[in-house]
């Protein structure tokens, strides 16, 4: 069970609730808990989780994630943007946001863009 607390603008849970659980199995590494706090009260169908302890935990809970190079695959299949490999150089280079190598290589050849 989650509720908002308002006292410290974060998220509480009731002992053995599975943020509580996020916690616990995320506790040597930074978790993002608001974010998996939240996708598991509004029921998110997909939250947007890109550091790799907090998709762990989200998805020992049973919530599917997806991250930045998900968003960018779908907005290319939909045709909001021309070029995947574009999009994703856009947000690492000016950003510095660090993606997994094998995951952009996978989304490239999912759409295509695979070859040069």
Known sequence: MVSRSYHTGGYATRAGG??????????????????????????????????????????????????????????RREGSVPSLRRALEEVREPAGFRMDAALVADGLRQIGEDQG
Not at 30 to 53: C, Y
Not at 67 to 72: H, Q
């Open 18 to 75: 599975p943020l509580a659980r996020a916690r616990y199995a995320g506790r040597r590494e930074r978790v993002p808990a608001a974010a998996i706090a939240l996708a598991i009260q509004v029921k998110a169908a997909w939250p947007l989780l890109d550091e790799r302890a907090g998709r762990r935990v989200a998805k020992a809970l049973g919530i599917k994630v997806t991250g930045v190079v998900g968003i960018l695959l779908r907005a």
